[in-house]
């Protein structure tokens, strides 16, 4: 199942909980996320929105693309985005005791540091529940979860870059990480016609 087919099996598009998913997210509310803060995303690049304003202009929410969310809850906090291959914790949680509004915690790991962030869902506590499920489902799918056409092949180069950040994660001994690399090439070249 591809990233889109996920995020549209996952996520309803909601309106009444601020949850818009392609290709029927409002273009007003797209173009006002992206400037507010996502710049670097283009238009097509937005599987999902979700609005967290309670006025409706989607200044403020969160983003989700084929391989990362991106989020603001207030324009008080940066943006934060976070590639699905970096999530290793989500959960939808009471954001203040006694007072309905909710959260999706996620824990993030990048490299040797592991850091907690939130998407405050205050304006709409339903729609948590939902962002967390979708969130934990694609965090569990892993990385590159779009690729349409499966090759029977391994790509090397996808195995390298693998490897390469298990080394620098300190998780893969230089050795190990030239020993595997060349039985893996030596394998490829051994199927070549």
Known sequence: ?????????????????GLYVAPDVPTKKLRNAIS???????????????????SGTAGDGALFTSDRVVF????LQ???????????????????????????DLTVNRG????????????SPEAAEYIADVLHT???KGVDLDVEDASTETDVEAVRQALDRLRS?????????????GTLQEKNRSEEP
């Open 1 to 17: 199942m591809s990233i889109t087919d996920l995020i549209q099996d996952r996520l309803p598009h909601a309106p009444q909980l």
């Open 36 to 54: 507010d803060y996502a710049p670097e995303l283009e238009h097509t690049d937005v599987l999902a929105l979700y609005d967290a304003t309670l």
């Open 72 to 75: 603001q809850n207030n324009d």
């Open 78 to 104: 940066s943006a934060q985005t976070v590639r699905y291959q970096d999530l290793v914790g989500v959960e939808a949680a009471r954001r203040w005791w006694g007072l309905g509004g909710k959260r999706v």
């Open 112 to 123: 040797r540091a592991t850091f907690d962030l939130s998407i405050d869902c205050s304006g």
């Open 138 to 140: 694609l965090m569990l």
């Open 169 to 181: 994660q300190n998780k893969l001994t230089d050795a190990d990480f030239d020993r595997l690399l």
